[in-house]
């Protein structure tokens, strides 16, 4: 028999010879009928398509790779231009108007006794409080359990521990370590109980900081400094999918790194393939949460973990929402995923006391692998003509109190008190996650893990139900990409679980009867803004709303400040 370079040549050089190379009949007519084809229209036909095919691969890498930055560019050029035209302009300033004057009379008190300038004479103790009682009234009453997230604190004795424990450092500050000792040894006890929860080993270490953003701002300028002087990367980027934090747009934005946002599967986790394909050269941190706030649904960690190792770059594992959740549902066997430092890729987390942790508002840890990659969130300035400065997070001065009062409801609850209270919102989470799929017209977003229920519709305005849902005393989040609202899941609102899937059949039902009706919400304002092709117009929109935050509606019955006494 030929050897396999006898057949190759035979098939390369038609009809040469090629009785003297092969001896077998249906090899021959093979090789024959191979090489008449190849000298054939249709093979000269098929060569041209295959060329078109890998050009339009070619392409398509290319347009990935640069034009939806071109895209997204023309279509603010085009929005800036068409704005300025005279007969647009005043339409778009009528018509945002329009929903800065609704959102006005949605949020802006109008309270009996305005304060705009200082009372020439001091207020009593007791009037002070008196006065603060009667804005308080006004508060939504959260102990109904009808808010979502929020409030996770449900225990009424833990909250006045807390605030005891606040009152006894209120003017302590940890930027002072010499004359308040004792805040400083309850922030370190906090950062160590936090990294021995998260499976970290002896070097891994952390900082408390004002919140979850205030964490992930600092992760991403050390990942932002760790990449200059280990890398040399001089415009560092980010990954992370579009459910991720919008934190880490604030960070990108704040310290001039750009964001790469790579779309989500089916089941709303980030894709993968898409992760690897956004990672550059310039990459310094990819992002995964755990769980997502819109949907309460954990990325794939463990494959983002090795990802991270084998490109070599650092790993952030979002879980200010479930960090004081998720491992306590580990030990109790509901959730097997790996999320923490037993991931040899994850080089950072950050976790939220004032959520699962169940401590008073403003407290968050970050936690780093490493001591060296914490010391790239520090800022030292050593030429100060006050002294020598330093201060390890955002902040300067910071409430002693605030830490204290955290300390104080870890030590108080500890394990045992983590671990009841996390297998009692496990059981009205999955109360939740079972039964809104039963509801006509309702679906679950994607198969939520831990934290969060959100729920979408194919026939119904979701915020339309959510709206329904607020005349009925609920206060609950709403979603977009896609239009979903969700219930955060706390100890607060376990109580309600059963009345929450009652109303929100009920809620259902009356959208799906008068499907135009329910225009009084927030329907109307989140229709608009899913709809809205000019993002920069919803953005100026947005900072309106922020402007109405600091907006004090002034009575005119009260023309002076003597009718507070």
Not at 540 to 546: F, L
Request: net charge positive; proline share 5%; charged share 25%.
């Amino acid at each position: 028999p030929p050897s396999p370079m006898d057949v190759l040549s035979t098939i390369i050089r038609p009809y040469l010879n090629i009785r003297d190379y092969v001896d077998y009949p249906w090899l021959r007519e093979t090789c024959v009928a191979g090489c008449k084809f190849l000298v054939s229209d249709e093979a000269q036909v098929l060569v041209l398509v295959c060329m078109a095919l890998v050009a339009l691969v070619v392409a398509r890498i290319v347009v990935h790779a640069f034009s939806i930055q071109w895209i997204e560019e023309g279509k603010r050029t085009f929005f800036r231009v068409l704005k300025s035209l005279p007969l647009v302009k005043g339409k778009v300033a009528k018509e945002k108007a329009k929903v800065l004057e609704k959102m006005e009379k949605m949020m802006v008190s109008r309270g009996e006794s305005p304060l705009t300038r200082l009372p020439e004479k001091g207020m009593n103790p007791e009037a002070v409080l008196q006065q603060m009682r009667k804005c308080k009234d006004k508060d939504t009453d959260y102990r109904r359990g009808r808010v979502s997230g929020v409030v996770y604190v449900g225990d009424t004795e833990h909250v006045e521990l807390m605030s005891k424990a606040y009152a006894l450092f209120s003017l302590s500050n940890p930027l002072h370590p010499n004359t308040f000792p004792s805040t400083r040894q309850f922030e370190a006890e906090i950062i160590s109980m936090c990294v021995e929860m998260m499976n970290g080993k002896e070097q891994v270490c952390g900082c408390m900081t004002s919140g979850g953003t205030e964490s992930i701002l600092m992760a991403m300028k050390a990942y932002r400094d760790w990449g200059r002087e280990m890398k040399g990367i001089t415009k560092p980027e980010i990954v992370a999918a579009v459910s991720g934090h919008a934190a880490f747009d604030k960070a990108a934005g704040y310290f001039g790194m750009k964001i790469t946002h790579v779309p989500v599967d089916g089941n709303y986790q980030m894709d993968l393939r898409a992760a690897r394909r956004a990672i550059t050269k310039n990459t310094v941190v990819i992002v995964g949460s755990c769980p997502g706030y819109p949907h309460g649904i954990i990325d794939p960690l463990e494959e983002l973990s090795e990802l991270a190792r084998a490109r070599g770059i650092g790993m952030h594992v979002d879980a200010c929402l479930g960090g004081f959740h998720v491992p306590w549902l580990a030990r109790l066997g509901h959730v097997t995923k790996k999320f923490d430092f037993r991931l040899p890729g994850v080089t950072s987390m950050s976790a939220d006391i004032h959520k699962y942790g169940f401590g008073t508002k403003g407290t968050s840890v970050i936690l780093y692998r490493t001591p060296d990659l914490r010391r790239y969130q520090y800022f030292a300035f050593t030429e100060w003509t006050g002294g020598l400065y330093c201060s390890p997070t955002m902040a300067g001065s910071r409430p002693g109190g605030l830490v204290a009062a955290a300390w104080a409801s870890m030590v108080h609850l500890g394990e045992e008190g983590y671990l009841r209270i996390a297998e009692q919102i496990w059981k009205n989470f999955k109360k939740l996650r079972d039964g809104i799929p039963q509801i006509p017209k309702l679906q679950l977003v994607g198969s939520p893990d831990a934290c969060v229920v959100a729920f979408k519709s194919d026939e119904l305005d979701v915020f339309k139900v959510a709206d329904a849902l607020e005349k009925n005393g609920y206060s609950v989040d709403r979603m977009q990409r896609p239009p979903s609202v969700h219930l955060c899941v706390t100890q607060q609102n376990c109580i309600c679980a059963d009345d929450f899937l009652v109303d929100l059949r009920q809620a259902a039902e009356a959208v799906a009867k008068d499907p135009k009706g329910h225009n009084e919400g927030l329907a109307p304002i989140y229709g608009l803004a899913g709809s809205m092709a000019d993002r920069a117009l919803l953005g100026d929109i947005m900072n309106g709303y922020m402007d109405l935050l600091y907006k004090v509606q002034v009575n005119p019955q009260f023309q002076n400040l003597e009718d507070l006494h």
